[in-house]
């Protein structure tokens, strides 16, 4: 015979069991979370873009006990996004000169103790002084590397090398071409081609036109330094705009048949500085960091096992092996010259630039 | 009997609670701050004092390029929904009516299989098929990809309201004389139109706001609403006009499950 006056009825052991599991949810949820300042830091930055070496935060954190935490974004405006939905999240930040200002008229970082960083009288004063990376007579990123964004190109498809812009554009290389998703960066290229400012093109319908030329060129676009890997190795695509340091890395690192070349018609040049964000949990944590990065001795390992961009300290760069992939690509002062640096932007032309390339794509699906 | 009624009621709050409190929570909150931030002027992440605005939504109106993407994405949707039926039908018939025992179990695992793994990792799997066959970085190839990630959502939907078809009801027919082609058009169709409608709102819906298939498997041909709602979050920081683009989306995803809804109430009528 059962007992059919048991004390637990199924209706009481429902709610029980919800009463615990909420409980336990709520507990979870409301556990405050503590913060260990002392002996860690948060670093934003690229993914692969130095900071996150492997080798590095381990001597790192051998030289201060320090150890490194990473974040990672996919584009500038994330950076900032990161910046302002998180404060307090990250010590150390990386931002590019095109940036530095924004992030610093919003007081996402903060001023920089130059007298932390052993280095600093060594960096190259046109980009340490730089008025990008500074506010209010105050230096708010220490200017760590720079580069170009100019034309990679498949050595084993070009000979001779192209020196022309308009090899994008060439009918030989139909499908053939790839560029960067990237509203600035494509403008940018097509106001070079133009033969105007790439910052403030006066004639932005030229720039539209010249896009739309592209249509047949394109084999796909590219938005990642893995993905550009990937697809260069599969033989997507031979030609595309690229970034220098990635160049170097593609070469150095995966033995990619990569040559670089900044076109005749000029190319894009942008240097970035690293920032200490506001409230950083870790401020002396964040500075030594900082001084590490722009020691000779991180950039020349960097740059030789893995590649990099140009180091803004001179002698960073003049002990690199000669026959260095990075040192060629930024040594050629002819080249240089031809740069045009990116410059900060409104978010009208910001917004202007990224209708245009929506319409741009549009075209190019049809 | 009010004391049974109350207790009941408590008790359907009790276990219904907690999952429409996770709705919106997960759901009605997130989409209500982002209707919001669609009449913003400036995102709202940046310190700057809060003003209101329709521009944003006039931009959509101004700007035929966004129309036009709109318009695309609700094709592709079209195009994914109707290839996963045409596919998708004939198989779950099969597996209803045809395929018994054992074989059935083994088909069914081969249909749930997909689900299994990771829709990226599928995604790029289709570039490996697709590329010796200069398919990639097409609009066929996008559909291609999308049609193979949502057809078990056509086949299991069909083949639940087909499997409820009595077979008697079809040796009836049968014998009151319908050959096969009246048989499936007034009898097997007509029965089984919950189960399509289930699974063609199932795929419509997300097949149009897709925008990684087409990123991956379409390249420059795979331009999609999405791809420009992602453009306002990660290139311009403009998540007002993000916002605005997803939800006008929305609204044309709802006029069109609106139109065809009381059409598919008065077929299924005299179920």
């Known amino acids: 015979m059962s007992k059919t006056n048991s004390r637990i009825t199924r209706r009481r052991f429902v709610a029980g069991a919800g009463a615990i599991g909420l409980g336990a949810a709520t507990g979870v949820l409301a556990a405050p979370r503590i913060v260990r300042a002392e002996g860690k830091i948060t670093v934003l930055n690229w993914q692969g873009y130095g900071t996150d070496e492997a080798w590095a935060v381990e001597a790192f954190k051998k030289a201060t006990g320090i150890e490194v935490v990473h974040d990672y974004f996919n584009s500038e405006p994330e950076m900032i996004t990161k910046l302002r939905t998180n404060p307090g999240a990250y010590d150390v930040v990386l931002t590019n000169s095109a940036w530095n200002g924004v992030a610093s008229g919003e007081e996402l970082i903060q001023a920089i103790d130059t007298s932390q960083i052993k280095h600093f009288a060594d960096l190259n004063p ?83 036109a010249k896009l739309l030329e592209l249509k047949p060129q394109i084999a796909t676009l590219w938005s990642s330094e893995d993905e550009w890997n990937k697809l260069f190795q599969s033989g997507t695509f031979d030609v595309s705009v690229y970034w220098s340091g990635s160049a170097a890395r593609s070469k150095t690192n995966y033995k990619l048949p990569v040559g670089y070349m900044v076109p005749k018609e000029g190319g894009i040049g942008w240097f970035d500085g690293l920032a200490v964000a506001s409230n950083a949990p870790n401020n002396s944590g964040a500075h030594e960091f900082i001084n590490y990065m722009v020691d000779p001795t991180f950039y020349v390992e960097w740059a030789t096992k893995v590649g990099a961009p140009a180091s803004a300290n001179p002698k960073a760069n003049d002990q690199l092996p000669a026959e260095d992939v990075g040192r060629q690509i930024h040594s050629d002062q002819a080249a240089i010259k031809r740069l045009q640096f990116m410059a900060p932007l409104t978010d009208e032309e910001r917004q202007t630039f990224s209708d245009l390339w929506t319409e741009v794509k549009a075209e190019f699906a049809k | 009997m009010a004391v049974a009624d109350r207790r009941n009621r408590g008790a359907i709050l009790a276990l219904t609670g907690p999952a429409y409190l996770w709705l919106t929570a997960t759901i009605f909150l997130p989409l209500s701050a982002m209707l919001y931030c669609s009449f913003l002027a400036k995102s709202p992440l940046v310190p700057a004092p809060v003003s209101y605005t329709l521009r944003h939504y006039e931009a959509f109106v101004d700007k ?147 925008f990684m298939e087409p990123r991956i498997l379409g390249g420059a041909k795979g331009a999609t609403l999405g791809m420009a709602v992602e453009d306002q979050f990660t290139v311009t920081a403009n998540w007002p006009f993000g916002a605005a683009l997803s939800f006008l989306m929305l609204g044309a995803v709802l006029l069109i499950c609106l139109a065809v809804y009381p059409a598919a109430r008065k077929r299924m009528e005299g179920l």
């Not at chain 2, 990771?118 to 097409?138: E, I, K, M, Q």
Request: charged share 15%.
């Open chain 2, 64 to 210: 035929s390029v966004y129309q036009q993407l709109m318009l695309w994405s609700l094709q592709m949707g079209a195009i994914v929904t109707i290839c996963c039926l045409v596919i998708g039908y004939p198989a779950a018939l099969a597996l209803a009516k045809v395929i018994k025992g054992r074989w059935r179990e083994a088909m069914f695992l081969m249909v749930v299989l997909p689900f299994w793994s990771n829709a990226l990792v599928r995604t790029f799997s289709w570039t490996l098929v697709l590329r010796p066959f200069d398919l990639l970085y097409s609009y066929p190839a996008v559909i291609v990809g999308l049609v193979h990630s949502y057809l078990p959502y056509m086949i299991l939907t069909c083949y639940i309201s087909l499997q409820a078809i009595d077979d008697s009801v079809i040796e009836a027919a049968r014998s009151l004389g319908a050959r096969s082609g009246a048989l499936f058009r007034r009898v097997v169709f007509p029965m089984s139109l919950p189960g399509v409608l289930a699974g063609s709102a199932l795929i419509f819906v997300p097949a149009v706001g897709s």
């Open chain 1, 126 to 208: 046109s980009l340490r002084d730089s008025a990008l990376l500074a506010k209010d007579g105050k230096v708010y990123g220490v200017s760590w590397v720079w580069g170009m964004t100019a034309i990679a190109y498949n050595t084993e498809k070009f000979n001779p090398a192209p020196d022309s812009v308009e090899v994008l554009w060439d009918a030989k290389n139909a499908k053939r071409v790839s560029v960067r998703d990237d509203a600035v960066e494509a403008v940018s290229y097509g106001a070079i081609a133009t033969g105007q400012d790439m910052n403030h093109p006066k004639d932005i319908e030229k720039v539209k």
